[in-house]
């Protein structure tokens, strides 16, 4: 089993930065992608960002420019930069991380870190 454990939310101002991490751990085969969504309140979750194993990134158009993914493969880590803060991007931010094993396919979630970001 995978466990994924998110740090680094919390509460700031507009125009403000917090930085994200999330851990993986247990039985680590190998990890392809990993990457961050969130959801607010009344909302679907939605991708923010996600980064393949090479530290290839994809972003969504809402925080491009903003915020800044990257891993540490040696530290089964992946990072997210937040910069630039809006209230919109008020959400609980999951970590997720998909895993290649000469058996299977599997996809994590974290538990969520709240962000919350105040006008």
């Known amino acids: 089993q995978v466990q994924l454990v998110e740090s680094g939310g919390g509460l700031v101002q507009a125009g403000g930065s917090l930085r994200l991490s999330c851990a993986a751990s247990?039985?680590?085969?190998?990890?392809?992608?990993m990457g961050w969504y969130r959801q607010a309140p009344g909302k679907q979750r939605e991708l923010v960002a996600v980064?393949?194993?090479?530290?290839?990134?994809v972003y969504a158009n809402s925080v491009k420019g903003r915020f800044t993914i990257s891993r540490d493969n040696a530290k089964n880590t992946v990072y997210l930069q937040m910069n630039s803060l809006k209230p919109e991007d008020t959400a609980v931010y999951y970590c997720?991380?998909?895993?290649?094993?000469?058996?299977?396919?599997?996809?994590?979630w974290g538990r969520g870190t709240q962000v919350t970001v105040s006008a």
């Open positions: 997720n991380s998909n895993h290649i094993t000469p058996w299977s396919t599997p996809s994590y």
């Open positions: 247990g039985s680590i085969y190998k990890i392809n992608a």
């Open positions: 980064i393949s194993d090479g530290g290839v990134a």
